[in-house]
């Protein structure tokens, strides 16, 4: 099966800075990307995604790329606001399913100090 | 904006009791999922539906967890008997027939 390995575990940094998190994948049968945003004692938010026809896709301030050749995607995250301190989780679609099987990285604890 | 409901959003109960949990999924949504959520960790898949149909329940424990979605719509997890290790954040979610999935804001259970 899929397995996705998400890195770093922490991240912490000064208002306006950017954030980066990688993630990479096993399956090279996947082809859905998306990424969720977690505040504490809420369900994910998804905020971005990208399949694997697509190099790079950006959303305002947030911007998701994928290798699709060394299998792995990272999401950025420019001018970083306070609100943006949460939990973020990246997944993998596993491959073989015509359904939307998601298998989720360990989640970057992102921290935005003001 | 449409949702995913899930209620209670929160349950406390004794080991060995049974618990459920519901879900409403957004409308027009065919695959619905549940997912368990350990406390630092990403969600993990339990059972997945496409309309009233279960298409993926390898990772549900069947001995105690059962889920059903009889119309084809709203749908409901059970755990029978709870147990201590079942303490954890249940997540329903919903989609189109693709990949995007939708989740709903949790129940959290907490087995005493």
């Known amino acids: 099966g899929e397995n996705v390995e998400q890195h770093p575990s922490t991240l912490s940094v000064q208002e306006g800075d950017s954030a980066v998190i990688k993630c990479t994948y096993s399956?090279?049968?996947?082809?859905?990307f998306p990424w969720y945003k977690q505040e504490l004692g809420k369900g994910p938010q998804l905020i971005i995604d990208?399949?694997?026809?697509?190099g790079e896709k950006k959303d305002q301030r947030i911007a998701v790329t994928l290798n699709k050749t060394a299998k792995h995607f990272s999401l950025h995250i420019t001018e970083t606001q306070p609100e943006d301190s949460a939990v973020y989780f990246c997944?993998?679609?596993?491959?073989?399913?015509?359904?939307?099987?998601?298998?989720f990285g360990q989640g970057t604890i992102l921290t935005v100090h003001p | 904006e449409a949702e995913v409901a899930q209620s209670p959003r929160y349950k406390i109960t004794e080991k060995s009791q049974a618990v459920a949990f519901w879900c409403d999924p957004i409308s027009g949504h065919a695959t619905l999922y549940w997912y368990r959520q350990i406390l630092g960790q990403g969600p993990e898949l339990l059972v997945q539906f496409q309309d009233e149909s279960v298409v993926d329940d390898s990772q549900l424990p069947k001995d105690r967890f059962s889920a059903e979605r009889l119309k084809g719509v709203d749908s409901t997890l059970k755990i029978q008997p709870a147990e201590l290790g079942d303490s954890a954040m249940y997540l329903c979610?919903?989609?189109?027939?693709?990949?995007?999935?939708?989740f709903g804001p949790g129940t959290r259970l907490t087995v005493l």
């Open positions: 979610a919903s989609g189109y027939n693709d990949d995007t999935q939708y």
């Open positions: 990208i399949r694997s026809n697509v």
């Open positions: 997944a993998g679609h596993a491959g073989g399913t015509s359904y939307g099987k998601l298998t």
């Open positions: 399956d090279s049968a996947s082809n859905y």
